[in-house]
């Protein structure tokens, strides 16, 4: 089955402190994997992409096949990186599963 | 804003009722994708269209719904007989040739009472 799970519903950090959102996905095939964020009141957008291998806003995510994950990460939360965070799989064929969300809560 | 625009942005509606959304996916996109979003869930799939073909549907789109992209360009998902399960955040995206990345419009949030 093609799933992706986000087994935080909630991360609350204090500014400074590191940060990490787990992600982990179910996929017989090749996966391509995504981070999307939500800031409170703006739409859904990409943040990053695991093939681009690039760190946006700090944030990077690499790509654990063995342990079929794809963990962002962060060393030292902001409080602007507040916002819902959500972990998707393309799967071909031009869908896109999301996982359910992390809601990261960084505190002054 | 030169984004994906969706209307209206919030609806209200009794069960029983039609209800129609709108979306202008951004100009250059010949993708357009249709997601619900349920209070603690991501966005699931409804439906794709590349240009104004509809080349997928997902099994959750239930003979109620229907979407269409009549010109390639914008696109609209007609909700029948609505019910109050039918409650969500509809959320339109578009991505241009060759593109995986999606990007999204504010969405829809309907509200069946």
């Known amino acids: 089955a093609q799933r992706v799970t986000q087994p935080e519903k909630l991360l609350s950090v204090f500014k400074g402190a590191p940060v990490e959102l787990k992600c982990n996905y179910s996929?017989?095939?090749?996966?391509?994997l995504f981070w999307y964020v939500q800031y409170s009141r703006q739409r859904l957008q990409l943040l990053l992409r695991h093939i681009s291998r690039e760190s946006i806003k700090g944030f990077t995510a690499d790509l654990n096949k063995g342990e079929t994950s794809f963990h962002l990460k962060k060393p030292f939360a902001q409080e602007e990186d507040s916002a819902m965070y959500y972990c998707a799989l393309y799967t071909g064929g031009f869908k896109t599963i999301f996982g359910a969300g992390t809601r990261l809560f960084v505190k002054a | 804003d030169t984004g994906v625009s969706q209307n209206p942005r919030h609806k209200i509606t009794k069960r029983g009722q039609n209800v129609t959304f709108r979306c202008d996916p951004i100009?250059?996109?010949?993708?357009l994708y249709w997601y619900r979003q349920t209070l603690g869930q991501g966005p699931e799939f409804l439906t794709y269209?590349?240009?104004?073909?509809?080349?997928?549907k997902s099994r959750l789109l239930s003979d109620r719904f229907s979407a269409e992209r009549p010109k390639g360009s914008f696109s609209t998902l007609e909700i029948q007989r609505t019910e109050q399960g039918d409650s969500a955040m509809y959320l339109c995206a578009s991505s241009s040739p060759g593109e995986v990345e999606a990007f999204f419009g504010q969405g829809t949030r309907l509200t069946v009472v």
């Open positions: 100009s250059e996109h010949n993708r």
């Open positions: 996929y017989s095939g090749s996966p391509e």
């Open positions: 269209f590349q240009n104004e073909a509809q080349l997928e």
